[in-house]
């Protein structure tokens, strides 16, 4: 692996080529006709031995279809942790709920990942959000009503509940220090 700075390692493009090829459904052959490179060439860099000049990488790209970046980035990490109190925080204007952003949903994929946190008192009302949403709600510690106006239910720490999000919904903590997890995800 080449680590001394100049260079990224071949292992990422290797990945990166791999992955993309993949994700076109095309055979190596024919990556290689497309980029107007030698398969030999192509199999050496997927099996990251070659060394690709940034000619090669972009006749690549060109050929899947994709950003020179997404070649060269590094990758990401396998694991992400973000630590209790940390992370990006939203705080309601009408009650005491806070919303932190644990995964926003990478390109592709329409989802985000929220801890919340809520104390007894005025309810988070909640508008209806983008058509064919969905609400994934796992409660952490407390109790909360919650789900679209109407159609509430409590729950107790442990429980699931799933709802559509494109309809008017609330969430309501019963006890104090109610904390959740919120998926929200987005079709």
Known sequence: MTTDGSRMPREWVAAALRRERARAGISL?????????????????????????????????????????????????????????????????????????????PTGVRRDIYHGALEPGPARESEPHIPGSVEHVIISTGRLLAGPRGEAVELAAGDYM??????????????????????????
């Open 29 to 105: 052959s024919e990556l290689a006709k497309r980029a107007g490179i030698a398969k030999s060439t192509l199999s050496q860099l997927e099996a990251a031995t070659g060394n690709p000049g940034i000619e090669t990488l972009w006749a690549l790209a060109v050929a899947l279809g994709v950003p020179f970046s997404v070649l060269v980035e590094s990758p990401a990490p396998a694991v992400t942790v973000i630590r209790a109190g940390e992370g990006p925080s939203m705080r309601a204007e009408n009650s005491s709920y806070v919303g932190t952003l644990l995964s926003g949903g």
């Open 162 to 187: 799933s709802y559509r999000g494109d309809v008017p919904h609330a969430y309501e903590a019963l006890e104090a220090g109610t904390t959740f997890v919120l998926v929200m995800q987005h079709v």
